[in-house]
Structures are given as structure tokens and as C-alpha cells.
Antibody, heavy 117, light 109 residues
Framework: EVQLVESGGGLVQPGGSLRLSCAAS????????MTWVRQTVGKGLEWVAD????????SYVASLKGQITISRDNAKNSLYLQMNSLRTDDTAVYFC??????????WGQGTLVTVSS | QSALTQPPSASGSPGQSVTISCTGT?????????VSWYQQHPGKAPKLMIY???ERPSGVPDRFSGSKSGNTASLTVSGLQAEDGADYYC?????????FGGGTKLTVL
């Protein structure tokens, strides 16, 4: 069974940093593009970043470029999102997502990031 | 990177059909067949319902169908059932990034 389990969320002050992790299991992680999608409370979904299977290509949403870094460790079946200079409007649930057939076919349950003083 | 446009709400009675639209531009919906739809119940993660405009993943009922014309994609739910009540989001590839719609809350009356 495909499983994606996020961790690392929590309360952080504005300007702070956080590193999200996603542990993948039940599939060959190194064969798939992986993505982070976020959802602000009560609002819609926003694509944040994705990364090629070998890690050689990374793409970011324009509004967060320079503030975040997506990475992966295929030996550990893990995906990461380093977030710096966090703002209050970065408060959201962050989902770890698997890409397949040009769509997001498996989602984790999400981890809540709250940016507040 | 503007969001795709969806109606905020839609509704129908059990057994009826409902269509939800998703309007983008020639740079996203109109330019690629990489349009997908997601269902999300409260407190749950989104679930893939349609990919590549018209394709249905294994396990998704054939009551769900997708289509596209120009810059507008559509999701149709036929034979509405109570459990279809949820938020629905469209998504399109846009060349080097992905863009989602704002979401449509489907109410089964």
C-alpha cells in the first residue's frame, strides 16, 4: 500500500525556518516525481514545488522562489521541504504528493505549519 | 501564476447530473491535456478523480467524467449520490509549474 507520511510541521515565529519531511513507502520512490502542495485553512490548494526522480530538476512556485528548497533522499525514501523567512501567510497544511501520469495520484495526510508570533 | 477559475458552489439532487467548470488560459488548460480533478472531503486529503482530461483512475466510479473545450475543462458527476458532496479542485500543468482552481463546493440536496 502506498503511504506518504509528513512530519516537521508546527508553530514557528515570523522570519523563522522549518524543515518538512515525508516518508514514502509501498512503491519505488526513486521512480517518481514528487511534489509539495499546500492548503491554507479554509481555502484552496496551491502547488509549491516538485522534484525529478533523480533530484536533478526542481521547480518552485514563483511567490516562494528563493525562500524554499525541495530535496529528496532516494536511499531513505524521503522527500524534504526547507522553508526559510516564513511569513504569516505561509500558514497552511503542507501535503506530500506523488506524481504519476501528469497528475497527483497519492497524497499524504498533511502537516500543519503555523507562522505566528 | 493565476489560479484557474471555478464556480464557488454547485448543487444537485440525488440521481441528477452536475457539471463543474474550470477556466484557464491557452498557457495552461488550453495548452495541455494535463488537466486533473480532485475530490476533498472535510479534514481529508484530496483524492484524484480524473487525470489527462478524461481518464479515470482505478476505483473511481464511472459516474465521474471529464472533458475539455478550448481553455475550459469540465467535471461531470452523473447519478449524484450523497457521498459525492465534497470540494472539487481542477488542476492544470502550465509549462514549468502547476496551477489549481479555487475549488467548488458540491452540495447534494
Amino acid at each position: 500500500e502506498v503511504q506518504l507520511v509528513e512530519s516537521g510541521g508546527g508553530l514557528v515565529q515570523p522570519g523563522g525556518s522549518l524543515r518538512l519531511s515525508c516518508a514514502a513507502s509501498g512503491f519505488t520512490f526513486s521512480n517518481y516525481w514528487m511534489t509539495w502542495v499546500r492548503q491554507t485553512v479554509g481555502k484552496g490548494l496551491e502547488w509549491v514545488a516538485d522534484i525529478k526522480p533523480d533530484g536533478s530538476v526542481r521547480s518552485y512556485v514563483a511567490s516562494l522562489k528563493g525562500q524554499i528548497t525541495i530535496s529528496r533522499d532516494n536511499a531513505k525514501n524521503s522527500l524534504y521541504l526547507q522553508m526559510n523567512s516564513l511569513r504569516t501567510d505561509d500558514t497552511a497544511v503542507y501535503f506530500c504528493v506523488r506524481n504519476s501520469a501528469w497528475s497527483f495520484d497519492r497524497w499524504g495526510q498533511g502537516t500543519l505549519v503555523t507562522v505566528s508570533s | 501564476q493565476s489560479a484557474l477559475t471555478q464556480p464557488p458552489s454547485a448543487s444537485g439532487s440525488p440521481g441528477q447530473s452536475v457539471t463543474i467548470s474550470c477556466t484557464g488560459t491557452s498557457s495552461d488548460v488550453g495548452g495541455y491535456n494535463h488537466v486533473s480533478w480532485y475530490q476533498q472531503h472535510p479534514g481529508k486529503a484530496p483524492k484524484l478523480m480524473i487525470y489527462e482530461v478524461t481518464e479515470r483512475p482505478s476505483g473511481v466510479p464511472d459516474r465521474f467524467s471529464g472533458s475539455k473545450s478550448g481553455n475550459t475543462a469540465s467535471l461531470t458527476v452523473s447519478g449524484l449520490q450523497a457521498e459525492d458532496g465534497a470540494d472539487y479542485y481542477c488542476c492544470s500543468f502550465a509549462g514549468s509549474f502547476w496551477v489549481f482552481g479555487g475549488g467548488t463546493k458540491l452540495t447534494v440536496l
